[in-house]
């Protein structure tokens, strides 16, 4: 066990690859902190995980949990240019800071509760009285 981490941040980037390999996840915050840190990750494909990980593009997806196909996966990354690794680093940042921003989701949230403020106002005034 590594024990207390005083700058996840930074421990985060440190790293040559991020790798999940939980049998359950929704939509684990570690794979924005990975991509927005520029640290690849490698995750099995639970959840949400694939709305953030495109496979092959900003990072890997391992379909089944399968301790070959994430040793292979690893290798893979090891073996592959620096520039395919830089590349991939970039996009998951950039991903993750279009798609994932807090201002981008503040946005969308409050754009979703006005949805459903308008659509009960749109009901109330529609409904017969009975």
């Known amino acids: 066990m590594l024990g207390m981490v005083h700058?996840?941040?930074?421990?985060?980037?440190s790293m040559d690859l991020l790798v999940l390999?939980?049998?359950?996840?929704?939509?684990?915050m570690v794979i924005l902190e990975a991509m927005a840190s520029g640290?690849?990750?490698?995750?099995?494909d639970r959840g949400g995980i694939k709305e953030a990980?495109?496979?092959?593009?900003?990072?890997?997806?391992?379909?089944?949990?399968?301790?070959d196909a994430f040793a292979e996966a690893v290798v893979a990354m090891h073996?592959?240019?620096?520039?395919d690794k830089e590349n991939m680093s970039r996009a998951g940042r950039k991903?993750?800071?279009?798609?994932?921003?807090?201002?981008?989701?503040?946005r969308e949230t409050m754009e979703e509760?006005?949805?459903?403020?308008?659509?009960?106002?749109?009901w109330k005034r529609d409904r017969k009285p009975v």
């Open 7 to 13: 700058d996840p941040r930074e421990f985060i980037r």
């Open 21 to 28: 390999t939980s049998l359950r996840e929704v939509f684990p």
């Open 39 to 44: 640290t690849p990750v490698l995750s099995i």
């Open 53 to 67: 990980v495109a496979d092959g593009e900003t990072g890997f997806l391992i379909p089944e949990h399968s301790a």
């Open 79 to 83: 073996q592959s240019t620096p520039e």
């Open 95 to 106: 991903k993750a800071e279009e798609e994932f921003s807090l201002e981008k989701m503040v």
């Open 113 to 122: 509760y006005l949805e459903c403020g308008k659509e009960e106002t749109e």
